[in-house]
């Protein structure tokens, strides 16, 4: 397969894979909300109250050493569903842009999948806190409990603290 080809390819399959993420994050969203309904779990304001179960990795994997990884995933799952109804990735590298700075490649518009300038640890737990934040003022989806998986355990004092302040606000 020629890199045209490869490339034709993926820019076909990551429309697929969008939308058809996009279906299903609506589709448990709203199964989590009718349960929160069944439940009676509904405070004062109309938010649905759900139990969140939050966790992320990197691209890299590290032994208590090494948290320079280039991209990273979080995701927060709906407990009674046990789906997932918010997921995003936060990028440090464009292969695009890399091509650009170092002269590989003249300048040209391109879908650019860099979106993190912070460091790596941050990552999850930006992820997360948006997400939060998103279910709660677009979806009134409210987080009443949040509880970390194992592997953000590392990160757990910061995103503790900032998930505080995201249920305070
Ligand atoms: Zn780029």
Known sequence: MSK???ASCEKTT???LDST???NLVKSIQEEKKLADERNDIDKDGFFCVTAVVDGGWCKRSYGHGYNASSGVAFI????????IFIDIRNKVCLTCHAIETGRI???THVCHKNWDASSTSMESNIIVEGMKYLESILTI???HAS???GI??????????????TVS
């Open 77 to 84: 799952i709906g407990l009674a569903t046990q789906k997932i």
């Open 14 to 16: 990551e429309k697929v």
């Open 4 to 6: 045209y080809v490869f």
């Open 21 to 23: 993420i996009e279906t």
């Open 106 to 108: 003249s300048s040209k």
């Open 142 to 144: 409210f987080a009443a």
């Open 153 to 166: 355990r590392i990160l757990s004092n910061e995103l503790k603290t900032k998930l505080a302040m995201v």
């Open 148 to 150: 970390l998986a194992m």
